[in-house]
T-cell receptor, first 110, second 113 residues
Framework: GQNIDQPTEMTATEGAIVQINCTYQ??????LFWYQQHAGEAPTFLSY????GLEEKGRFSSFLSRSKGYSYLLLKELQMKDSASYLC???????????FGRGTSLIVHP | DGGITQSPKYLFRKEGQNVTLSCEQN?????MYWYRQDPGQGLRLIYY???????QKGDIAEGYSVSREKKESFPLTVTSAQKNPTAFYLC????????????FGDGTRLSIL
């Protein structure tokens, strides 16, 4: 199966920019998802990347480098409500079902 | 409004008891999934189903069972064989195929009495 690695926890200041990294196994790569999950709630879809480059969606952007097995989620103009866990997920081995990383807990402080 | 509904929100299980978690979706999605989430952990796949009357084991299927008699419904039974059932259980659905994001229910938190 897939092996997803992302940092456990990050902290940032309100109004700042933060980058959350994710590495994955490149073998059989078939796209990468980012989800946001507030404590005790359901994950919600943020972005999907299958081609190299940066995809921008408002304050959130996601980047992919297939050759390096690397992605990041960039959050700009951080708000307190952005405090959440950010899950990186990718399928592998010809399956379309993603394997999830452990999630990065982002704490935004004033 | 289309969505995916899990019930109950909280559930308590006694020793030796089987309990069933409900998951219903009205998104007309073919594929449905059950995940388990432990504190500080990612989501681990228990079972998934790509079509009615068919389902496949995920990474941690032991001690769990499912059925898929209707497209809209994918209940999960936590059996007494699951010795450590305390966790947050998430149901999801998606259109079948690549590049499709999953839509999640609000989860059921299961605890042992």
């Amino acid at each position: 199966g897939q092996n997803i690695d992302q940092p456990t926890e990050m902290t940032a200041t309100e109004g700042a920019i933060v980058q959350i990294n994710c590495t994955y196994q490149t073998s059989g790569f078939n796209g990468l998802f980012w989800y946001q999950q507030h404590a005790g709630e359901a994950p919600t879809f943020l972005s999907y990347n299958v081609l190299d480059g940066l995809e921008e969606k408002g304050r959130f952007s996601s980047f992919l480098s297939r050759s390096k097995g690397y992605s990041y989620l960039l959050l700009k103009e951080l708000q307190m409500k952005d405090s959440a866990s950010y899950l990186c997920a990718a399928p592998s081995g010809g399956s379309y079902i993603p394997t999830f990383g452990r999630g990065t807990s982002l704490i935004v402080h004033p | 409004d289309g969505g995916i509904t899990q019930s109950p929100k909280y559930l308590f299980r006694k020793e030796g008891q089987n309990v069933t978690l409900s998951c219903e979706q009205n998104l007309n999605h073919d594929a449905m999934y059950w995940y388990r989430q432990d504190p500080g952990q990612g989501l681990r796949l228990i079972y998934y189903s790509q079509i009615v009357n068919d389902f496949q084991k995920g990474d941690i299927a032991e001690g769990y069972s499912v059925s898929r008699e209707k497209k809209e419904s994918f209940p999960l039974t936590v059996t007494s064989a699951q010795k450590n059932p305390t966790a947050f259980y998430l149901c999801a659905s998606s259109p079948e195929g690549e590049h499709q994001p999953q839509h999640f229910g609000d989860g059921t938190r299961l605890s042992i009495l």
